[in-house]
């Protein structure tokens, strides 16, 4: 009976040790999936865009659908990108070529993980898609 005396209250004292490591644990797994969901989102972007501007006959076309794309996908996503950067390389951009997209967005992990994490992170993705060989470059553009 005496042992069962001692261990009185050993729960308790455990708990109370491991509660704030469980709970910064927790908060870690929600900070990296955040992250790693802002990483797919800019991604995501990228890819949309190179698609979007591939659908163009015209450079400059293809240009503003590449941005325009980008924007919506990131209003949409998880991320608030402080700065946005896109870059669209219509240098081989003829039937067979290729469109490059580059998305760039600084965002703050406090916003990212809506916790009081300081700092930013600069999120890079870039995204090539090929341009229909048997398109027609008469400066069609899709609806």
Do not use: Y
Request: charged share 20%.
């Amino acid at each position: 009976m005496r042992r069962l005396d001692e261990q009185r209250g050993a729960v308790s004292t455990e708990l109370v040790v491991l509660a704030p490591l469980l709970i910064a644990f927790m908060l870690f797994v929600v900070f990296a999936g955040r992250v790693a969901q802002a990483e797919g989102d800019v991604a995501n972007a990228a890819h949309e865009a190179a698609r979007a501007a591939s659908l163009f006959g015209v450079p400059q076309a293809a240009i503003d659908a590449a941005t325009e794309t980008v924007k919506a996908n990131i209003a949409e996503g998880a991320v608030a990108c402080r700065h946005l950067d896109v870059e669209v390389d219509t240098s081989d951009f003829d039937a067979g070529g290729q469109v490059t997209v580059t998305v760039s967005c600084e965002a703050a992990f406090g916003d990212i993980a809506m916790l009081s994490v300081p700092g930013s992170r600069t999120f890079v993705a870039t995204a090539v898609e090929v341009i229909d060989v048997f398109r027609a470059d008469s400066g069609w553009s899709p609806p």
